[in-house]
């Protein structure tokens, strides 16, 4: 018996278990052959073929395809490469196609492809096409099975028995239901026969199927007389280039001499007419290399496409490069700060390159929109498989157990972001009574059986996403390469995420959106308008002193990615604000490198310090002897262990990889011999291996840590020297570290006036200008779009002369005028009026307006004035709350002086004295910004936490005991009172907490 028709959980909301859990077990009960039929996709195609080889399987490729309008079904599996290619159009059809039929569908595509079908219509009508189709006998003999039977036999059609699963074992069932439940957004109670696979629907060993079909031998001789057939073992994953369009008889116009001459006169734009001999040397080195290994139309595709943009972050380990330099594709010189070309390229590299290009987030939808136009039907998006993580899994079990939204919510909205996803069994109840994030709930019946369910959702695909950036672009049309279909956004998408499309060969360029290239684009156009003479040709911002003053002391809020608490604190333990560190720093910053970084500084700042190996000191001399970036695990690996440059790459992506550590277990005894043949000591061989692995998860290479630097140098300067257009900037872009009041409070701090929106002078985003932002129609709640629209096109007429004519012209929902109201956005029509006053001529007018629609009576009664009633004086903090309601910020003052009262008499040291009480406990008062919780080495969770007041922020450590106390009564909704001791490190000063009150 072979089983031909396997469903994985990539048959979404149906299968239960991975292509790898599957090969396993199929193995374990002697299978040495097997097809994973999974419904109208090709989703787990890699998974699949790598879980075979590392089962020794053979694998057969196949799926099930399904008809839009009928219950008919055919599993179509692949006997050879044209049946692959017509597999991957007829799934593509299935899924683009709305009047897709499947009689049609496999008409057009039965080449090279065997099709299994209980469908009595669609057997005799593949039969007359001379198609190779068998009658598929699902389960077991039935009476339905034996009419199908017999009308194969009277067709000369082979009955083959397809027991089809959906999940491993008997037990499996109960989870079957629950997803089953969960994709029909129904409860458990609910669901009947036709909404589930059979109780029998698991994969049963060979014996097991004998069984069943004992009165059907034939059947299961058909199975392997079908498999025969199935020579096909998986598509070739030869790298696809993306095509360029030139004259193939021509030989001055091949993809090799067009990236050169292209090259070449970049290199000139960069660094003028004569170059240097280290410039065009290492122009021939990557020239040479790239077209032996077949790239030039990548780099040239790569390179028509950001020119569509006059802004751009070229950036991973395509910053290498110089020829991408030369291009325009990065920023970075290569040659100027030393990176790794071999990083990028290599003659032994088997995967295909990866150019990451950041736009700004705004711009980069309309360049991918023209990619996928200009190379239609030739590009699509990668994809993403979305699985179920902790909180939602919790959910949607909980919502099928008939809970309701308060009782899930009362568990899922305390769960903490980093919950880790590695339950082993019967652990995930233990974990959560044990979250101190819950302390205080309980969870009776159903909530054990809940968590138990839950935990074996983890990991299960949900639903297909589109990939953040990754875009295909193929020399034939894509779906002879792999299915695709069409995203809920309307993109084409394939059906493979960037793992499976790097193994199937197809060469990823990722287009991604960048909100601090926005900010830059917005604050040098604020510039302009303002009349500032900005040449962004002759900038150089890494050589301005002022902006490294500011980097080196840590001043860095909203400048990219050196914006964060732990950057900022590094900056200022490091006090080095040159472009060389900045580099270094961007990398180091990853969270398994705490240690090193802790001795990182120590070295900076003169401590002694020999390399781990002498032939180590050249390799990491720029970096302190510290492995910094990706490419020094790789340098070390060929140094020390004698690698090749492939092998150590190979070393360098299997780190950072989920599934690692069968992988790593190989390299691990590979460096360790290489490493001891080289003469050094066990102890020296386990440091090394202790860096390296610092690097697991994500961190990045030189080139990628190059481009962040660069962006973050721009925005760093711009705020240096414009902090008012590059603030209002900022919060334009609605993006970054930090809230809007976090970014409005650090603008105050640097004396920038902010002024209150405006429904005469007020664009829809920030502006600045000198010394004064004035706040944009953006930040305004309930403020639609549509209504920002209106009033920036009424007033463009003529200004509004007052509420009434505001309310005329614009026509505002109720939600918007109060918000107008309170945000003060009228105070400059109506300078003598308070907010009452306003909300009364809003009453009157609406009065009016309902009055005019209805119906006018015979004998009209001449309506009676409204005398406007005498409203008390305003009360200051009343408007003030009105203003933090409708804005979240205040545009006079920072919300802390509202408690000044409150706080008075306590001994509160402000945030900016903070420094002035080392080694002492103080109190400190202020509002949460921004958080991040790491875990000590015994997994306990921790947190830094980052407060501010009205002269500083303020960066906070709870470690576990006090993290345990206080973490489920933090939020940003209010100030805390906090107690703790002020430590100094370097420089950077913190405070360790043992107290909070809420204020």
Known sequence: MIPLTVRSCYSLMWGTDSPKKICRAARKMGYDRLAITDTDNLYGLWPFLNACREEEIT??????????????????????????????????????????DLKTGLAAHEKGLAVLTQSEPLLAHLRETNSDVFASAPRKPTEAASRLKKTAERLGVLTVATPGSFFLEPGDWGLHQLVRAIDLNTSLFKLTSKDMAPKDAWLAPPEAYGERFGIWPEAINASHLLAEKLTFTGPDQTLVMPPLDVDPSNPFRTAARLLRKAAYDGAKNRYGEDLSETVVDRLEHELSTIERMGFSSYFLVVRDIVLQSPRICGRGSGAASLVAYCLGITNVCPVKYNLYFERFLNPGRKDPPDIDVDFAWDERDDVLNAVLS??????????????????????????VFGLT????????????????????????????????????LDFPAPWPEVFGLAQRLIRIPRYISVHSGGVIITPDPLADYVPLEIAPKGVPIIQWEKDGTEDGGLVKIDLLGNRSLGVIRDAIANLKENGVPFDEKRWEPEEDPATRNAVARGDTMGCFYIESPAMRLLQKKTGKGDFEHLVIHS?????????????????????????????????????????????????????????????????????????KARQLKDYKGRFFAGTTANGLSVEQIHGIWDMMMSFSGYSFCKPHSASYARVSFQAAYLKTHFPAEFMAAVISNQGGFYSTFAYVSEAMRMGVNILPPDVNVSGIRWKGEGKTMRVGLLPVKHLSLNTQQRILAQRQEKPFQNLTDFLHRVRPDDTEVRSLIHADAFSSLHPKDSQADLLWAYAVHEKQRRSEKKERPLFEIPATKIPKPVFPDE???????????????????????????????????????????????LTVAGLLITGKVVHTRQGDPMEFLTFEDETGTLETVFFPDAYHRFCSILDKTRPFILTGKVEEDFGAVTLTVFQVQRC
Request: with cysteine.
């Open 587 to 659: 990398s180091i910053i990853r969270p398994a490198a705490n240690e090193f970084i802790r001795e990182y500084i120590r070295r900076l700042h003169g401590g002694t310090w020999e390399p781990i190996h002498p032939l180590l000191g050249e390799v990491l001399e720029e970096t302190y002897g510290i492995m910094v970036y990706q490419e020094d695990v790789s340098k070390t690996a060929v140094a020390l262990a004698g690698f090749s440059h492939a092998d150590a790459d190979g070393l360098r992506k299997i780190m950072s990889k989920k599934d």
């Open 59 to 100: 694998p057969m490729v196949g799926a099930e395809i399904t008809d839009r309008n009928t219950s008919a079904r055919a599993v179509c599996l692949v006997k050879n490469p044209e049946g692959y290619k017509n597999l991957c159009r007829l799934i593509t059809a299935r899924k683009t196609d709305p009047a897709f």
């Open 374 to 399: 200009k190379y239609a039907g030739h590009a699509a998006m990668v994809c993403n498989h979305v699985g179920f993580k902790p909180r939602m899994a919790i959910r949607e079990t909980a919502k």
């Open 875 to 921: 009360d200051p903090i009343q408007r003030l709350r009105h203003e933090f309601g409708a804005l979240g910020f205040l545009c006079s003052r920072h919300p802390m002086t509202l408690y000044a009262d409150r706080l008075a008499g306590r001994g509160i040291i402000k945030a900016k004295d903070l420094s002035l009480f080392i080694g002492k406990r």
């Open 405 to 440: 939204d308060s009782e899930i919510g009362a568990v899922c909205k305390r769960l903490p972001w980093f919950w880790r996803t590695d339950f082993e069994e019967e652990e995930m109840l233990h974990d959560m009574k044990n979250l101190p994030e819950l302390s205080g």
